[in-house]
């Protein structure tokens, strides 16, 4: 992986993060949690959509939408199981 690579992960991973926080629980979870959230919402994102042939736009916008939805699943998930 590039150094290239790598610094767009972390974007992509904070913005994400950040959006994700502020539609779930009304705030962000500090650059840190941000960026680790928005990688594994990336990836959950990407594996979900992947299962639901949904294809959405091409590009880095469209990489941001979904890490926040995978973010969003994500943050639920982790919801429901804290309450459980």
Known sequence: MTAEALLIWIIVGAIAG?????IVKGYGFGLV???ILGIVGALLGGWL???LNIVIMPGIIGTIIAATVGAIVL??????LRRA
Do not use: D, K, S
């Open 33 to 35: 949690g941000n960026v």
């Open 75 to 80: 943050l639920l998930l982790v919801r429901v």
């Open 18 to 22: 950040w959006l994700a926080g502020l």
């Open 49 to 51: 959509f992947a299962q």
